[in-house]
C-alpha cells in the first residue's frame, strides 16, 4: 500500500462521497474565482506565466499517470496509451490552447470540455481517494479541461457562433468513426464506443451495444447544442453595439 500503489488504498471514492463532492467544489470555486476576477488577471503582468505554470503541472500529472500505468498496470500501448478518450484529445487541445491562445483551438475545446465535466460528475477512477496519486491526477486533469474553456471565455472574451458548434460537431463524428476503427482493430473501448463504462452512467438507461453508441451521438449533439444556446443571446446583444459603431464610422467619415 502506498501513494503510487497499483491499487486503491484505505480510502475508496464514490459518486457524491466527501472527496467526490470536495474536489468539485474545488473546481467551482476555481472557475467563479476566474469570473470574479476576470479583468484582474487579463491585464495582471504575470497572465502568461499562471497559463503557463497551470498547463505544465496538467502536463506532468499526464506524464506520470502515463509512468504509474506502465508500471504497475495491466496495460498495452495501443489499448490504454493511444489519446483518442474525449478527455484526452480535449487535454491536448486545451495544452495548445493554453500556450498559443489560438481561437480555432478555442472553438473545439469550448464543446469538447463538456466531456470533461460529465467525467468530473461521474467518476470512472475504480475507486482511488485522496491517499493516492491517480486521485490528484484524474480530478486534476479534467478540472484543468473545464479551467481551460472557461478561462478563455471569461479572461480573454473568446466566443462562440454557429459555424463553430457544426464544425465542431461534423469534426468530432469523423474523429469518432476513426476511434471506432481503431477500437475494433486493437481490441480497445477508447471513447466508450464498444462497450459501456464500468462506473454507473447516463448510457445504463439505454440498450447494449450498438444501441447505446447511437444515444451516445444523440446525447453529445444535443449537450453541444445546448452549450451553444447562451451564445445566440451574446452574439444577438453585441450585433446592434457593431452595427451602432459602423453606423457611426460612416457618419464620421
Given amino acids: 500500500m502506498g501513494f503510487f500503489s497499483d491499487t486503491p488504498n484505505k480510502l475508496l471514492l464514490t459518486e457524491f462521497d466527501p472527496m467526490h463532492i470536495g474536489a468539485i467544489a474545488f473546481f467551482t470555486i476555481c472557475i467563479a474565482l476566474i469570473i470574479a476576477f476576470k479583468n484582474i488577471i487579463l491585464n495582471a503582468k504575470y497572465e502568461k506565466l499562471l497559463r503557463y505554470s497551470i498547463t505544465f503541472l496538467a502536463i506532468?500529472?499526464?506524464?506520470?499517470?502515463h509512468i504509474w500505468t506502465a508500471l504497475t498496470q495491466d496495460a498495452t500501448f495501443l489499448k490504454d496509451f493511444l489519446p483518442l478518450d474525449l478527455c484526452a484529445i480535449s487535454l491536448y487541445l486545451c495544452i495548445a490552447l493554453m500556450l498559443t491562445k489560438s481561437k480555432w483551438v478555442f472553438k473545439l475545446v469550448y464543446f469538447y470540455s463538456l466531456g470533461a465535466m460529465v467525467s468530473l460528475l461521474v467518476p470512472d477512477l475504480g475507486g482511488y481517494g485522496v491517499d493516492h496519486f491517480r486521485y490528484y491526477h484524474y480530478f486534476y486533469v479534467h478540472g484543468f479541461i473545464m479551467l481551460t474553456s472557461m478561462y478563455f471565455v471569461f479572461v480573454h472574451n473568446y466566443k462562440i457562433v454557429?459555424?463553430?458548434?457544426?464544425?465542431?460537431?461534423?469534426?468530432?463524428?469523423?474523429?469518432?468513426?476513426f476511434v471506432m476503427a481503431v477500437d475494433f482493430v486493437v481490441g480497445a473501448n477508447y471513447m466508450f464506443l464498444m462497450h459501456k463504462p464500468h462506473v454507473s452512467s447516463p448510457l445504463d438507461l439505454f440498450g447494449p451495444w450498438p444501441e447505446y453508441v447511437y444515444a451516445l451521438v444523440f446525447i453529445t449533439i444535443a449537450v453541444f447544442i445546448v452549450a451553444y444556446l447562451p451564445w445566440i443571446f451574446v452574439n444577438l446583444r453585441k450585433k446592434p453595439k457593431s452595427l451602432d459603431a459602423e453606423d457611426n464610422k460612416k457618419m464620421a467619415a
Avoid: N, P, Y
Fill in 60 to 65: 506532468a500529472f499526464e506524464m506520470s499517470f
Fill in 162 to 177: 454557429l459555424k463553430d458548434l457544426i464544425r465542431a460537431t461534423v469534426l468530432l463524428i469523423f474523429i469518432a468513426g
